[in-house]
């Protein structure tokens, strides 16, 4: 073996894992964003005001929820790819809240083929969507946190109970991302919707950003008093100072929020809430690397074959930018959504 | 048993959602195909008729399309929450093929699945010609992927095992193009392509016999006629060489699938029996002699392997793969059968008026399904007890997870399954009872409402 080659088997082993994680975490970014505004608008639906909203609020996504429930096939995809360790103790370990996710997201994906085919039945498709819609994201919210809290690991495998993923914390972090999801639809909505559903959206969004708010600060104390060394992380000396710029730009993200939703801006209240996800997102990163499986599993130890990274990784480096080419132009060319719906 | 089996769960929960899944994709494999050369002759030709035609079955599309979606998403996570120590030991060979065919298929089909459904008049024509030549490339993609991924696991190549049982990959070339896969391949693309036009041809039929969008109907019959007359034949050879291949690879599937204990010359083909794995023979059995043998190893003298060859705890039970076998075939022959009578009546300028013949097409549009369903539990059951064949037990698949939470999961797919696959069916029926010429035209630009409602231009009332 030459010179270089023997680097080459050293290096890769090392870098790849992480190339892998800032993919996997670029795509659950972009599930959560997309998905996420996509959910929330069926966690609002049977709040709004009229049947017509509905229709323009269902229509406004409808082209799209495909698409952006493709970045979560990825994720999980991705995560079987990449860390198939990782991959196959979380999935069983979380059997039961990933199923209904699932079971939720058949019920809101079918219901935007079924309730424009239906007359009589729309109402219970609607349910369909709302439920499914807010079955999903509770569920996401609990996956999450169960995730935060770790998972029991033995010999490689998930030793323990069914419901170890229901806890205190992961029925907060439930709550918590519904919270999230309902402020990027509304976002979504100021966006997309007409001048009146537009304003009942700002009317929803400020409770959303309180609730959201007041989520970010439950979880900034308790995360750290979880594990301690999510605490050392944060708060030894020379940390907290290179970390500060998180919950500094944390705080300036919410006070901008509010201030574009007063002034009834546009398009900035969903670039912000986007950007309070992208936050609190990087908090957690910060918080758990280099753990995949937390506690204990690192992104190194549960990586796939580095040749088996490498043989995905040709094929994501060119295909990544196309995807989200073509998912741009389908956005752009779709984007004006209907200003009323045909059927009345 | 007082104890829940989640080995049993996991099995039974597996086949129905899959099983539930694989019948859209069979369907839009083929439609989006279709689609494509409809928009097509309508952009060549400039006749309104292939627009209305393609206007009226992306409609059915859209919402098989979708079902497919919601019931693929459930088994990419399936392998993880069922089967995590396949995913453990052999991610490294599955896991890259799946997450290729998320990225060139799931996300193309996805990403101008909006366009080809909303799009017909916010882009130009050509974009909305290239988005459905996306989506049909799409669906193609993925079964390209997916299949080699399955037939990976039916016939492993190019790896090697760890010594933690973990499988890594010696050559992506032996893996991808394993020594099933082009077989498996181009069969199942090829049910995919007659499934479909069985049905189109059926639909075509019934708006003949009703005397409701007649010329639509002709057209119908006619494209779908013309496909299968020539591709059901040619999946009879494809069949045949498919078995050839599973000979050589998996011969205690063939053994199963044939109901053969004892390994023999000249073996007979087997036309009915009662397998009975306890006692290691058949009961009722009606063979032809030495036709088995012609069929599987193209000798009238070949060598067939019986069960019996194999140590008890490796067989398949051949019960449902001698079954399933024999329903598959008959079907295929009834194809080639339609096929044949059909194209004889058109060439004598009667098939549009012979309504027997019309008749009988409406009765069998739906075999296909039933074809592809029989094809699967063949080549799934078949390979049992193996998950990866001659490397991992399914026994040894199975996630840590209690056989409660198994059958909870289970009972609830079935009943959430039924309930959508029972109104999509509805919604699909009220589509095409409503006929193409009942469609409303596509709207001018200026009035473009129906364009940006879901399922475009649904038509509702």
Same mark, same amino acid.
């Given at each position: 073996m030459t010179e270089t080659a023997s680097q080459m088997t050293d290096f890769l082993p090392v870098i790849l894992p992480l190339v892998w994680a800032a993919i996997l975490a670029f795509a659950v970014f972009l599930y959560v964003l997309l998905g996420g505004y996509d959910l929330g608008l069926g966690v609002l639906f049977p709040l709004a005001p009229s049947h017509k909203d509905r229709d323009a609020m269902m229509a406004s996504v409808a082209p799209f929820w495909d698409g952006n429930e493709t970045w979560l096939v990825l994720g999980g995809g991705g995560l079987l790819a990449a860390f198939p360790l990782a991959y196959s103790i979380m999935l069983p370990a979380l059997y039961i809240p990933i199923i209904l996710m699932l079971i939720g997201l058949i019920l809101r994906g079918v219901a935007f083929e079924f309730r424009f085919k239906s007359?009589?039945?729309r109402f219970l498709w609607d349910y369909a969507f709302s439920f499914g819609s807010v079955l999903a994201a509770l569920m996401q919210g609990a996956i999450i946190g169960a995730f935060i809290e770790g998972f029991a690991v033995t010999d490689n495998k998930? $030793?323990?109970?069914?419901? /170890? &993923?229901?806890?205190p914390f992961s029925a907060v972090t439930a709550l918590a991302l519904l919270a999230g999801y309902v402020m990027l639809s509304t976002g979504w909505l100021i966006m997309k919707a007409d001048d009146a559903l537009r304003e009942w959206a700002y009317r929803i969004a400020y409770p959303a950003l309180i609730a959201m708010a007041a989520f970010i600060v439950i979880f900034s104390i308790w995360t750290p008093l979880l594990h301690p060394e999510i605490a050392t992380r944060w708060f030894t000396p020379a940390n907290m100072v290179m970390l500060s710029p998180v919950p500094l730009a944390t705080v300036a993200a919410v006070g901008a929020l509010w201030l574009a939703l007063n002034r009834r801006q546009r398009y900035t209240p969903f670039l912000l809430g986007a950007a309070l996800f992208m936050l609190c997102y990087t908090g957690l990163a910060v918080s758990l690397f280099p753990y995949i499986v937390p506690p204990n599993i690192t992104i190194w130890q549960a990586a796939a074959a580095p040749d088996s990274q490498l043989f995905m990784l040709y094929g994501a480096i060119p295909l990544l930018p196309i995807i989200l080419g073509y998912t741009a132009y389908s956005y752009y060319a779709l984007w004006h959504a209907p200003e009323h719906d045909a059927y009345h | 048993m007082s104890e829940l089996d989640p080995l049993l769960l996991s099995r039974i929960q597996f086949a129905f959602t899959i099983s539930f899944h694989i019948l859209f994709p069979s369907f839009t494999i083929g439609l989006a195909a279709w689609l494509v050369v409809l928009e097509a002759l309508w952009l060549r030709t400039g006749k309104a008729i292939y627009r209305d035609i393609a206007l009226h079955w992306t409609k059915i599309f859209a919402v098989s399309f979708g079902m497919g979606v919601v019931s693929g998403v459930v088994l990419s996570y399936e392998f993880g929450t069922n089967w995590s120590e396949l995913s453990r030991r052999g991610g490294n060979v599955i896991g890259p093929l799946m997450s290729y065919e998320v990225l060139t298929a799931f996300f193309l089909e996805a990403g101008f699945l909006g366009i080809m459904l909303f799009g017909w008049n916010r882009v130009p024509k050509w974009v909305h010609f290239f988005a459905s030549c996306m989506v049909a490339l799409g669906t193609v993609v993925s079964a390209f992927w997916i299949l080699s991924a399955n037939s990976w696991m039916q016939t492993p190549a190019g790896f090697r095992v760890a010594e933690d049982g973990v499988l890594h990959v010696t050559d992506w070339w032996q893996v991808i193009f394993n020594p099933s896969f082009p077989y498996r391949l181009a069969h199942m693309v090829a049910a995919a392509y007659l499934t479909t036009a069985f049905i189109v041809a059926g639909i075509g039929a019934w708006y003949i016999l009703r005397e409701r969008s007649v010329p639509h109907g002709r057209i119908m019959l006619g494209m779908g006629l013309s496909l299968l007359v020539w591709l059901a034949p040619l999946q009879l050879v494809i069949g045949d060489q498919h078995g050839l291949n599973a000979r050589e690879h998996q011969p205690a599937k063939i053994a199963a699938v044939e109901a053969h204990w004892e390994t023999q010359r000249s073996a007979p083909l087997i036309l009915f029996a009662i397998p009975d794995p306890a006692a290691e023979k058949n009961h009722f059995e009606i063979a032809i002699p030495k036709l088995g043998s012609l069929i599987l190893?193209?000798? &009238? /003298?070949g060598e067939i392997q019986g069960l019996?060859?194999?140590p008890p705890e490796d067989r398949p039970n051949p019960i449902i793969p001698f079954f399933a076998f024999r329903i598959m075939v008959g079907i295929g022959l009834i194809m080639i059968a339609v096929g044949l009578v059909g194209s004889f009546l058109w060439l004598r300028g009667r098939l549009f008026d012979s309504r027997w013949f019309l008749r009988v097409l409406v009765w069998v549009s739906p075999l296909g399904f039933l074809a592809v369903l029989s094809g699967w539990f063949v080549a799934e059951v078949g390979r049992q007890p193996w998950t990866v064949y001659g490397v991992l037990r399914t026994a040894d698949a *199975? $996630?840590? *997870?209690?056989g409660g939470s198994v059958l909870f999961s289970l009972l609830l797919f079935v009943l959430v399954y039924f309930i959508i696959f029972g109104a999509g069916l509805y919604y699909i029926a009220k589509l095409v009872q409503r006929g193409p010429d009942e469609t409303p035209p596509v709207p001018e630009a200026e009035d473009? /409402?129906? $364009?940006?409602r879901p399922m475009a231009a649904a038509g509702n009332p």
């Open positions: 007359q009589r039945s998930f $030793s323990g109970g069914p419901f /170890d &993923w229901l806890t | 190893t193209h000798r &009238w /003298d019996k060859a194999f *199975v $996630s840590p *997870v209690p473009a /409402d129906l $364009s940006h």
